[in-house]
């Protein structure tokens, strides 16, 4: 989970009660070659489902997610699909490789995205933005990560693993039938051959 933060800025959204922007981006190296680029996001808003019981209702509060082309690629289509008639901005299309230009263009775009979505009252308060930014617009906890109950993980425990029961699904990959000299048949040759 995030940090919140009291902010000491008012909205500037006031109609929707939330304020999201992109005003940097962090790179990520693995191992090798391999890596990906990190967009924060600075959310200011004033919706209770991110607060915390020791926040005031009139308090504005501040935190900063940290995002992936592919997660805000997501949010992108799920927004365009669940709200065709808002006029999205559109965003650069994936790439396999990436340069600092693409990053910074990349940055821009997301920022100009995350600003239109924070002005629009049903895109604001959508489930899928909420939920992108950490929180469920239904009951104010995400899901996501959600622990089996109690009850659950008991069942779950006192079912002792048998090793030689079989499983009711089939081999993924089918065997083929052997001929009487030990050679695999194959029919549809065959059949072919036939013709």
């Known amino acids: ?32 070659m391999s890596g990906h680029v990190e967009y924060h996001i600075v959310v200011v808003t004033r919706l209770p489902t991110f607060k915390s019981a020791k926040h005031k209702p009139e308090d504005v509060v501040q935190f900063v997610v940290s995002k992936k082309y592919s ?5 992108y289509q799920k927004l ?5 008639q808002a006029s999205l901005p559109p965003i650069p299309r994936k790439v ?8 910074q263009e990349r940055k821009a775009t997301f920022d100009k995205l995350m600003r239109f979505i924070s002005k629009d009252e049903d895109l604001a308060n959508s489930p899928e933005f909420l939920d992108f930014l950490g929180k469920s617009s239904a009951s104010g906890v995400s899901h996501k990560h959600e622990k089996p109950s109690e ?4 069942e ?40």
């Open 1 to 32: 989970m995030h940090a919140v933060l009291v902010a000491s800025r008012p909205i500037q959204n006031s109609k929707t009660g939330i304020d999201a922007s992109v005003p940097d981006y962090q790179e990520i190296r693995g191992k090798m």
């Open 71 to 75: 997660e805000i690629e997501e949010l």
């Open 80 to 84: 365009a699909m669940v709200y065709p």
């Open 96 to 103: 396999l490789f990436v340069g600092e230009s693409d990053i």
């Open 151 to 154: 009850k659950q993980q008991e």
């Open 156 to 195: 779950t425990e006192s079912e002792p693993f048998d090793f030689f029961r079989e499983d009711s699904t089939p081999d993924a990959i089918p065997q083929p039938a052997l001929d009487t000299k030990g050679r695999a048949e194959n029919k549809l040759e065959e059949e072919e051959e036939e013709e």
